[in-house]
């Protein structure tokens, strides 16, 4: 598989999981589960801008941010919207760049000030596993608000295998498993 092919797969699960999650934390209880809805919040807009962040290194533009979270807590519909786009633009990015794109390596400097140098495909590889990390600690949140009170959400089941076979069904036809030992 390329590297083209394997990252637009990757940021098609991207999309699907961020989606996911945010619906989950816009079901929180806003009193009940003020705290765990907060952390959420900040965790998932704490990835939407490093999101963007990448994306204007990816671009060579200024991304404006002083920071790798904002003052303000974004509503879940405001970053749903906005993580929806950035996923497809991310999306488009991956499958649209040349192989010798991907290995050009460009310089940045961190919200810290700090100097940063990466390949295109690490930085659009960091991006996917920035992302799994935060929702990670984000569905932690949720499975803590879930043991104090009932939430009404489902949880989300944020695996690269349950989003294969959620968005692509016909692979539970395909083949039989080896059986276990």
Not at 12 to 41: F, K, N, S, V
Not at 56 to 63: D, E, F, K, N, S
Not at 152 to 177: C, I, K, M, N, S
Request: charged share 25%; with cysteine.
């Amino acid at each position: 598989m390329s590297a083209n092919r394997l990252l637009t797969r990757m940021f098609r699960y991207q999309a699907w999981a961020d989606e996911e999650m945010l619906t989950a934390i816009a079901g929180l209880d806003p009193e009940r589960h003020a705290e765990e809805r907060r952390l959420a919040l900040r965790l998932m807009n704490h990835c939407l801008v490093v999101n963007r962040i990448f994306a204007a290194h990816l671009q060579g533009i200024p991304h404006g941010f002083a920071a790798d979270n904002t003052p303000d807590t974004p509503e879940p519909e405001t970053l749903l919207r906005e993580m929806a786009a950035l996923d497809r633009w991310y999306l488009d990015y991956a499958a649209g760049a040349a192989p010798a794109e991907l290995a050009q390596s460009i310089p940045f400097s961190f919200t810290d000030g700090d100097n940063g140098y990466m390949t295109r495909e690490e930085m659009l590889t960091h991006i996917i596993t920035h992302g799994g990390y935060h929702r990670g600690e984000a569905g932690r949140l949720l499975t803590q608000a879930a043991a104090r009170h009932a939430l009404g959400v489902e949880l989300p089941w944020d695996t690269y295998a349950v989003h294969l076979h959620r968005t692509e069904p016909v692979r539970r036809l395909q083949g039989e498993a080896l059986p276990t030992a």
